[in-house]
């Protein structure tokens, strides 16, 4: 039977049941980070768990403005959804190059992770009660959008994989100096 090749066949895979996967693994991921944040001892795992935060959220919002938001742009008539979420991902990506910036110990790191945090959850709110219930009800193809954004997410990975770390805890990484 050919159905034992579908689960590693990832262009089975529903658009919204992926994004709302990587959803869940970045608030496992503030979570942690929320348990450490007051504990300055911890600082290495605080910043293993920032670049993967980083990391996650650079792809996931990647993926979405290139292939979701523009099929959801198309599909519905909801300018102002889509407009609101543009600005989110705008939001979040300034944070982000804050923390690339910056390791832990430094002035308002932790609280930047926490406001950041916060606002991706406020998106992911958005997102999964209004935006991707107005997706079904537009009737997208969620399974070849499913499959774009697989693959796009494999070729961001390998992409940001094979370049050498250049933003969250560079100062924290001292091997990297005097190599650039």
Partial sequence: MNRAKKPADQTTVDA???LTSDHQKV???????EKLKDDNSQNDLKLDIVEEICLELKIHAQVEEEIFYPAMRAATDDK???DEADVEHAAAKHLLSQLEAMEPGDDHYDAIVTV??????HHIKEE???M???AKKAKIDTQ???????QRKEELSADFSS??????????KPAHQGHQ
């Fill in 163 to 172: 370049v050498p770390p250049t933003g969250t805890g560079i100062k924290h």
């Fill in 16 to 18: 919204i049941a992926l």
């Fill in 144 to 150: 070849m959008l499913g499959q774009q954004i697989a």
């Fill in 132 to 134: 991707f219930p107005k």
């Fill in 116 to 121: 950041l945090g916060e606002e991706i959850d």
């Fill in 80 to 82: 102002k959804l889509m």
């Fill in 27 to 33: 608030k496992k991921l503030f979570e942690k980070f």
């Fill in 128 to 130: 999964e009660n209004k």
